[in-house]
């Protein structure tokens, strides 16, 4: 055994159980790409979902689709060609798709030769100001749930986006946020906020827990102040956190225990692997906040809660990467997980991922 190892082994080991850490993420879900304006009228946007090159299509018409990112003819990808009207023209000997994949035009097409076959045209939707892809069998596409939002539209709420690279299995991601037992990872933003399990369930597809944080003392950022993150010891009136895992997307939640069911503040995250090993992810959030009686303090504060929320952030990346860089010098899962909530949420993401098969490369290879 190696120094500083724990005995026992790393979690999955003398066991059937597959490592988590390589189980695929699964792609019969609606997940979201890219930020709608990063992809601008008749440009195309080269994206990937668990390694497979997909480019995103803004047509002349501004309808958006998602093709394999690689031309019939010679593989050179589409997202370096031209988006003509409501067509995309490969940049290397000019053939031109539509949105359904199919090649319309060869520009020196030879008589007598079989027409080559199309590319790959994945569902593609554009919502809450991100497109969104179905990467899975397109035949799910339609009765798969699409993911709600619900006070996304309404004015009571101000919108924040983001969209973030992490060099970390999906996984981490999920847990990383579900536990809100590492707050003292934010001690310098948060204070010394505690938070307590109030309770947690899980069902078909999903798993939730709900804290309540206790004011521990400590200076907190002002952001963390406004978006009344750090609790209150008034058994009366107190904010309650839900976080929940409905697979694949995450939720979080701020209520007041009097307002009950309408939240101060509602974040909707996505985690979609990009390589094809899955150890980076692009993390997709939308954060929503209650805008106060006079709307106007929140423009004006608006500034310090992105600086906090990014500082947030930038403290669970450099967790989560350390998570995933101990994984590969360990070469296992070596954590040992004692909170219910964790390890309900492990078993979610097992039984719904795609579970690694033996000799399929892409589990065993070290490459990223
Ligand atoms: S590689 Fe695309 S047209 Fe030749
Ligand atoms: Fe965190």
């Known amino acids: 055994m190696q120094a500083g190892m724990a005995a026992g082994g790393p979690a999955n080991h003398g066991s059937n159980r597959p490592d988590l850490r390589r189980v695929a993420c699964n792609p019969d879900y609606w997940y979201p790409l890219a930020q709608s304006r990063k992809l601008k009228r008749n440009k195309t946007l080269e994206v990937a979902f668990a390694g497979e090159p997909i480019v995103l299509v803004r047509t002349d018409s501004n309808k958006v689709f998602a093709l394999e990112d690689r031309c019939a003819h010679r593989q050179f990808p589409l997202s370096k060609g031209l988006v003509c009207g409501e067509q995309i023209q490969c940049g290397y000997h000019a053939w031109r798709y539509d949105a359904t994949g199919a090649i319309t035009t060869i520009p020196y097409m030879v008589t007598g030769v079989r027409p080559p076959r199309h590319v790959r045209a994945y569902p593609c939707r554009e919502a809450y100001g991100l497109v969104f892809v179905f990467p899975g069998d397109p035949a799910l596409a339609e009765q798969t749930a699409f993911p709600e939002l619900p006070w996304f539209e309404s004015q009571d709420y101000k919108v924040m986006s983001f969209e973030r690279d992490i060099a970390c299995h999906y996984t981490f991601m999920h847990e990383n946020l579900m536990d809100m037992n590492h707050q003292f990872l934010h001690r310098r933003l948060m204070g ?19 804290f309540r944080f206790g004011d521990g003392g400590g200076k907190k950022h002002r952001g963390a102040n406004w978006l009344t993150i750090g609790g209150s010891d008034d058994e009366t009136n107190f904010e309650i956190m839900t976080i929940r895992t409905e697979y694949p997307y ?22 979609v692997p990009t390589d094809r090993h899955e150890r980076r992810s692009r993390s997709f959030g939308i954060l929503l906040v209650k805008k106060p009686r006079m709307a106007f303090l929140l423009t004006l504060i608006w500034p310090v809660l992105r600086h906090f929320t990014e500082s947030v952030f930038a403290e669970d990346r450099m967790a989560v990467e350390a998570e995933q860089r101990a994984y590969e010098t360990q070469g296992g899962d070596w954590n040992q997980e004692i909170f219910p909530v964790t390890i309900e949420l492990r078993d979610l993401l097992l039984a719904r991922g795609i579970k690694p098969v033996d000799g399929d490369v892409r589990y065993t290879s070290t490459a990223p």
Do not use: C, F, M
């Open 192 to 210: 010394r906020v505690k938070p307590r399990l109030l309770s947690h369930g899980k069902g078909d597809g999903w798993v939730e827990a709900q």
């Open 250 to 271: 995450q939720t979080l939640k701020i209520a007041g225990i009097k307002t009950g069911s309408v939240p101060s503040l509602a974040l909707w995250a996505a985690y």
